[in-house]
């Protein structure tokens, strides 16, 4: 069950916009039984702005998410950045079918903004989580010590070809 802080009564608000602040942590993504993160410290700004038809919610987050690396399996920090742009009108029925505008009942007087938070989180985060040090060469690891010797011994055994199988080679590329 999500904390009832990601639901914002804005029936009582004045026209103009109005600022809310979430500190988002794996708590967060626990509740919606999400476990990709060993741990998380995310900022995240919710700015409302109401006018008498309709309303604007718009989300940013900065912070970061402790991930396990998909090419050593070293955890690191990742930094997570993300914004939302949300127009919520009402409507006969609720509907969230477009991503970008959400119905919602006449006479509804709050709007649970947890899964808008958690769906530009979770997609801000890359498909490929790799450590900065993989990339820079800087990171050390027994995972990347041992890729590195097997891929030695295959441009190796890459480079001690049959001379001739080279010449029947070049008969394939030569048409």
Same mark, same amino acid.
């Given at each position: ?11 009582? +608000? ?6 809310? *602040? =979430?500190?988002? *942590?794996? %708590?967060?993504?626990?509740?919606? #039984? ?11 700004? &919710?700015? +409302? ?7 604007? +919610?718009? /989300?940013? &987050? ?5 991930? #396990?690396? !998909? ?17 919520i009108?009402?409507?006969?029925? =609720?509907?969230?079918l477009? #991503?970008?505008i ?13 899964q808008?938070i958690?769906?530009? /989180? ?16 800087? +990171?050390? %690891? ?17 480079? !001690?070809? *049959?001379?001739?199988?080279? !010449? /029947?080679?070049?008969?394939?590329? #030569?048409?």
């Amino acid at each position: 069950m999500r904390a009832k802080e990601f639901t914002i009564p804005f029936s009582g +608000l004045k026209i103009g916009s109005h600022g809310f *602040d =979430y500190n988002i *942590d794996n %708590s967060f993504f626990e509740s919606f #039984d999400y476990q990709e993160f060993n741990s998380a410290s995310i900022e995240v700004k &919710a700015n +409302l702005t109401k006018t008498s038809t309709m309303m604007e +919610l718009s /989300l940013q &987050a900065n912070g970061d998410v402790n991930v #396990d690396c !998909d090419v050593t399996g070293e955890p690191f920090n990742l930094p997570v950045a993300g914004n939302l742009h949300l127009i919520i009108k009402f409507g006969e029925e =609720y509907d969230d079918l477009d #991503d970008e505008i959400l119905i919602l009942p006449h006479g509804e007087s709050q709007v649970d903004i947890s899964q808008y938070i958690y769906e530009m /989180l979770v997609l801000a985060v890359p498909q490929k989580r790799v450590h900065p040090g993989v990339e820079d060469g800087t +990171l050390k %690891s027994e995972v990347l010590e041992k890729l590195e010797e097997l891929q030695l011994k295959e441009e190796k055994k890459n480079k !001690d070809t *049959d001379p001739r199988w080279d !010449d /029947l080679k070049k008969l394939l590329t #030569d048409k």
